[in-house]
């Protein structure tokens, strides 16, 4: 009996190291920024965005929100063509500049808030983890452009 228990429990020692062994490497798999997003577009509801700290006032969590689905796609389109690995805090804190940045908040009404902070080489998602890029920089042209259009209506 003594002999069947202790095989019983290193199978299933042998079974949780196979488990987050496996885990481990797909968490830090490369993959689409989108998937890492998880935006939930069948229940959107709104999307905060920020491009520049300084024009957000003490009040305000983000420079402008919408609730316009079509802003959203639109920002999740551009984000698409992105892949991203996930690093750990100590090296997103070196790749960690001065570089330009801007914060997004999906709010879903069925799924939890999706926020997240991109610079051009490094990706904060809260909650979630540090990522670099992969095939960047990201275009932080395009985001200025994006953000003043979307500011504008």
């Not at 496996?22 to 830090?28: A, G, H, P, R, S």
């Not at 305000?60 to 689905?69: H, N, R």
């Not at 690093?87 to 997103?92: C, L, N």
């Not at 009404?109 to 610079?119: C, F, L, Q, Y």
Request: proline share 2%.
């Amino acid at each position: 009996m003594k002999g069947r228990t202790r095989s019983y429990v290193i199978i299933a020692i042998i079974i949780l190291v196979i488990f987050f062994s496996l885990k481990t490497l797909n968490d830090y798999r490369e993959k689409n920024l989108v998937d890492v997003i998880r935006y939930h577009p069948e229940d959107y509801q709104s999307l905060g965005f920020t491009n520049d700290r300084g024009n957000v006032s003490s009040d305000q969590v983000y420079e402008w929100w919408s609730d316009d689905k079509e802003s959203a796609d639109e920002l999740i389109e551009f984000l698409r063509q992105y892949r991203v690995k996930k690093i750990k805090y100590e090296k997103f804190e070196e790749r960690l500049t001065k570089e330009e940045s801007f914060e997004f908040a999906f709010r879903h009404s069925n799924a939890n808030p999706v926020t997240g902070m991109v610079m051009e080489n490094v990706i904060h998602m809260y909650n979630e983890g540090y990522y670099e890029v992969v095939n960047g920089p990201v275009d932080m042209e395009w985001i200025e452009e994006y953000s003043e259009t979307q500011e504008q209506e």
